[in-house]
Every structure is written in structure tokens, then in C-alpha cells.
């Protein structure tokens, strides 16, 4: 099956086989490098349809190594990765409640009930949603049904806003419904100052998790199956669980260093000058290091570690139109630019250490160049 590229907001893919029932992805378009997973409908059989789906994965490029279809429609997703992360959840939730409500019901009941005298049932018209736009902001997910409205924020590495739970529970205060409440899911647990600031309840994503896997578990059904082996094994890549830890760890360490080495190597090979005051950057989420007084950074994040990136601080000080041909991918943020290598599509694990660093330098020096090329001139 040959498809063409992506250039229409719908993707609608049907299998030439017959046996297949329709399978439509629909790839939310947000500009022209990227997409969301905002809704993938999967309606296929185990064997032969997940076969075609990995065909189908290689054709469009995001089939990665590791075959994750959460993680690899994530290089593609333009929102944050705290909302790229919310809107993968709610589907995962959805897709459960729509095929098998029972083990929905049970999901929804560990995620939002707290021994206070309520509960999830069959009997009832439960909808999930995201973003939902209030008077006192937005919070992340929103549960509701004909007797109950629930709010749950979710945070990965970002904090709480200022005065962002109270918020949203005067909010709640507004509602007719009988039964209201403001969740907090949460990578990193948190010392709420207040009674005010702390939610109805406080759930960890290593708890979802263990609820996601006991679930798979309990399925019958092979898309429900398919959708919990790939979104926790995508909870397992993002360091959001709590796993034994394994002699693994030094091996880790220990190639973490000589990445973080082959990086100091390529950029004093590259002539560039590293910050005076303190080069070396290292954060719970990342490690790399600063140059120029702090105008460019380059390095890893945790969340995504197969991914080097040469990050320009402050894109407001340059212009990406003064280049027609960049030589490696560029994305933007609110804030700043920046350039990407994806160790592993390249391939990167499996060259010997002088390829490596001739592979990182190429990047660096080219980053560097046309970054400096980028810098807008004062008038």
C-alpha cells in the first residue's frame, strides 16, 4: 500500500483488504511539520490489523524503533508536552470507556474517588474532554456526567499557577451538581502550603500506570490491549513510573557522561565559547551546556533523550527567514528555537565513538552557523 504524504488536515486510510474493517486515523494538522495524536480512531482486528497499522506507521515515518505509536506521533506534535501528554490519557480513557465500560468505570472511579461517598457507575452518561475554558482558566481534563463535574490538572515537570486549584474550585462552586471535585495528577509529589491550594485528591502518574497495567490485564479486548501496551510502555520512556532499579543504572551513567563529553568535545572543537561564569547546565529534566553569555544551549532532556538539541535562548533576537535551507530541523517555542538530531533515527547507538562525535560535531557546527546567520542586525 503506497500513501502519499501528509498534506491534508484529514488523513483517512482504508485497507485494501477486505478482511479490515475502516481504519481512520485522524491526524489533527498544525502546521506544516507537524500533527497531534488529538484522535486516533482504531477499529481493527489484533493480527492482521496491527500488521497493517505498523505498515502503515512505516510509510508515514513514525515508526520509530522502538515501535511506540505514542512516542512517535510526539516528534510530530506541535502543543507542550504536558498537553501532547493529556490528550494521549483522555484517548486511552475514551477508547476504554467506549469498549469496555466496566474497566473504565473502575479507572475513573481510582483516579478521581477518594472514600467520600461517591462513585462512577454503568447508569450513567460519562464524558472525558480537555481544555475546557472557564472564567478562572482552563483546567487540563474534564469529567462530567448528569450529577458530577471533576477537574484534573495535570503536570509533568511544569508547577501549579498561582492560586490555580483555589481557582478552579470556586469554579466548581457555580455548579448546580451534586458532586464536585478538583483532582491533581503529578509526576513529583508536592507540600501544599494551604487547605485552600490542595486538591480533592492528589494522584501520581506511577499510580496510573499500575491501574493502566492492572487493566490490560483485565482486557478482552485486543485495540484496548494494543492502546495500554503502548501508552505505558510511552509512561515508562518519560521516567514517569517507579521501577526497580537494575545494574542498568551503571552502564547509564556511564554513557550519559561520554555523551555529555562528545558534546563538550564538539563544541570546543567547533570554536564556539562556552559561558564563563558556569558552562555546564544540568536540571532534574536535562543536562548540556551553555555558550555566549548564555545565547545558545545544547544538550539532552530527560523526557525525550534520543533527541540532542542546539536551543537559541531568546528567539526574539533572531530571524529564521534570512535562511532559505537550515541544515538540520528547526521547531519553535514560545520562547525560543531550536535544532534537533535524533540520535537514534540516525542511527547513532551503532557507530563506533569516533562516527559519534563526528556526527555531533557536524551537528553542532552546522547549528552554530546558521544560527549566527539568523541573528537579526541592529538598525
Given at each position: 500500500m503506497v500513501l502519499p504524504k501528509i498534506s491534508y488536515k484529514f488523513l483517512i486510510l482504508f485497507p485494501q483488504d477486505a478482511v479490515f474493517k475502516p481504519t481512520v486515523w485522524q491526524l489533527y494538522y498544525q502546521n506544516q511539520k507537524a500533527f497531534s495524536i488529538a484522535n486516533i480512531c482504531i477499529d481493527i482486528s489484533l493480527h492482521k490489523g496491527l500488521e497493517f497499522m505498523l505498515q502503515v506507521n512505516k510509510d508515514l515515518n513514525l515508526y520509530m524503533s522502538s515501535g511506540n505509536?505514542?512516542?512517535?506521533?510526539?516528534?510530530?506534535?506541535?502543543?507542550?508536552?504536558?498537553?501532547?501528554?493529556?490528550?494521549?490519557?483522555?484517548?486511552?480513557?475514551?477508547?476504554?470507556?467506549?469498549?469496555?465500560?466496566?474497566?473504565?468505570?473502575?479507572?475513573?472511579?481510582?483516579?478521581?474517588?477518594?472514600?467520600?461517598?461517591?462513585?462512577?457507575?454503568?447508569?450513567?452518561?460519562?464524558?472525558?474532554?480537555?481544555?475546557?475554558?472557564?472564567?478562572?482558566?482552563?483546567?487540563?481534563?474534564?469529567?462530567?456526567?448528569?450529577?458530577?463535574?471533576?477537574?484534573?490538572?495535570?503536570?509533568?515537570?511544569?508547577?501549579?499557577?498561582?492560586?490555580?486549584?483555589?481557582?478552579?474550585?470556586?469554579?466548581?462552586?457555580?455548579?448546580?451538581?451534586?458532586?464536585?471535585?478538583?483532582?491533581?495528577?503529578?509526576?513529583?509529589?508536592?507540600?501544599?502550603q494551604s487547605t485552600a491550594e490542595k486538591p480533592d485528591k492528589h494522584v501520581r502518574w506511577f499510580e496510573v500506570y499500575d491501574w493502566l497495567v492492572d487493566s490490560k490485564y483485565q482486557s478482552q479486548d485486543s485495540v484496548i490491549i494494543y492502546l495500554l501496551e503502548h501508552f505505558t510502555s510511552f509512561l515508562e520512556a518519560k521516567g514517569m513510573i517507579i521501577k526497580k532499579v537494575g545494574?542498568?543504572?551503571?552502564?547509564?551513567?556511564?554513557?550519559?557522561?561520554?555523551?555529555?563529553?562528545?558534546i563538550e568535545s564538539a563544541i570546543e572543537a567547533s570554536g564556539i565559547r562556552f559561558f564563563q561564569d558556569y558552562p555546564r547546565s544540568a536540571g532534574w529534566g536535562f543536562k548540556g551546556y551553555w555558550m555566549e553569555e548564555k545565547k545558545y544551549w545544547c544538550g539532552i532532556h530527560f523526557n525525550n533523550p534520543t533527541v540532542l538539541t542546539f536551543e537559541l535562548t531568546d528567539k526574539g533576537r533572531f530571524n529564521q527567514k534570512t535562511i532559505e535551507k537550515m541544515g538540520y530541523e528547526m521547531r519553535e517555542g514560545k520562547e525560543r528555537l531550536w535544532f534537533r538530531l535524533p540520535l537514534e533515527e540516525n542511527n547513532f547507538f551503532s557507530l563506533d565513538k569516533d562516527k559519534q562525535l563526528e556526527m555531533i560535531t557536524d551537528f553542532v557546527r552546522k547549528s552554530y552557523s546558521d544560527a549566527e546567520r539568523m541573528i537579526v542586525k541592529p538598525s
Open positions: 505509536i505514542f512516542s512517535a506521533l510526539a516528534k510530530y506534535n506541535s502543543a507542550t508536552d504536558e498537553n501532547y501528554l493529556t490528550e494521549s490519557f483522555v484517548f486511552v480513557i475514551s477508547s476504554i470507556l467506549k469498549r469496555e465500560p466496566d474497566i473504565g468505570i473502575e479507572l475513573l472511579n481510582n483516579l478521581c474517588v477518594n472514600n467520600c461517598g461517591f462513585s462512577f457507575s454503568n447508569n450513567e452518561k460519562i464524558s472525558v474532554s480537555t481544555q475546557d475554558v472557564t472564567e478562572q482558566g482552563t483546567p487540563d481534563i474534564k469529567i462530567s456526567s448528569p450529577e458530577k463535574l471533576i477537574y484534573i490538572e495535570v503536570k509533568h515537570e511544569s508547577d501549579l499557577g498561582y492560586r490555580q486549584i483555589e481557582r478552579y474550585k470556586e469554579v466548581l462552586t457555580k455548579s448546580p451538581l451534586n458532586v464536585k471535585r478538583v483532582v491533581l495528577l503529578t509526576h513529583y509529589p508536592i507540600d501544599f545494574l542498568e543504572y551503571v552502564n547509564g551513567m556511564h554513557a550519559l557522561n561520554s555523551l555529555m563529553n562528545m
